[in-house]
């Protein structure tokens, strides 16, 4: 039965040529309710209902039930909804971090919390995004520093704030398509090194508790070289694959590359391109990692922000060439298994 729905009867009679006995046999061929609908309405009943934010990215997904196995069909509708919007999000959701954990398990194997920064609560998965350890406030996709980074973020909210607080998600293949040509074929033609070796550059009143997690985020180096654009391994859409780890592009100054980085960083965030989610309580953010950035708004004054983040493992990505990325620097084998590159 499916995770969404609660029909208490899934099988009806096939369809029979028109004028024909409706005679039913203990062997009859049978359909489900999704099949009959495909001969109904020309369609598969959609598992859940999907309402979409804006032009560009983000959608609302209603009546999945999170306490149940999930069929293949949901999970479908789930990864394709994914695919199309980009970021998807649920409404009372009442899920701890094992529930996290199984929901994020859904879509593939999960990464432990981070290369670095310890998992939360005794977890192994969970990492918590706290406003007293980080802010998070800077354009950025998650751990592009490895060779492989999460394929999927999910994002629980544990406590928000009274106003602010929100979280912003740019839709990178967007971007892409809004390049002028010269500037896409070049993009095109790109690598670029990712690090979390940078200048945090907090403002004096850091906190000891953010001064530490910058310690931790910072401890063992990671360096991974990637395509400045990534094609993404079940669309085919290509997508900037940029963002604040993305520091020197191969072949290119520092000074050369933070130029080409700022515009093309600037088409990934044009008003347009994104999705500015304000949080409540008892909700999921799910979002595509491969092809969008993400930002959190630092608009809250000293109230308390938490969410927890859980994500699913991904390929190495590839280049409009076919060559996919590369680690320079660290072992990340800890964190994540190295999935190849889709073919």
Known sequence: MSAAFR???DRLLAPRPFGSPATLHSDSPTLSIRQCAHFLEGDFLMPASIRKLTGRIGAVVEGVDFT??????????????????????????NLDNDGQERVAGW???LTTAHPNVPATDGTTN??????????????HTDVTFVVNPPQLTTLRSIVTTPYGGETLIANAAAAYRDLPEPLRALADSLRVVHTNQYDYARPSS???LQKEYDRVFVSTPYEAEHPVVRVHPLT????????GFARRIVGLSSS???ELLRILQSYVTRPENILRWTWSPGQLLIFDNRITQHYAVDNYDAHPRRLNRVTVAGEVPVG?????SAQLVGDASHYTKVLEPAT
Do not use: C, M, Q, Y
Request: glycine share 10%; hydrophobic share 35%.
């Open 206 to 208: 850091t906190t000891t």
């Open 256 to 258: 050369e590359s933070a």
């Open 107 to 109: 879509f593939g194997e």
């Open 236 to 243: 085919g859409e290509r997508g900037l694959f940029i963002g």
């Open 126 to 139: 969970v990492l918590a995004v706290d406003s007293e350890t980080s802010k998070a406030n800077e354009w």
């Open 7 to 9: 029909i208490g009867t």
């Open 68 to 93: 149940a196995p999930p069929d293949p069909s949901t999970i479908t509708t789930l990864r394709d909804a994914l695919n199309k919007h980009k970021a998807i999000v649920f409404d009372g959701v």
């Open 320 to 324: 409009v060439d076919g060559r996919p």
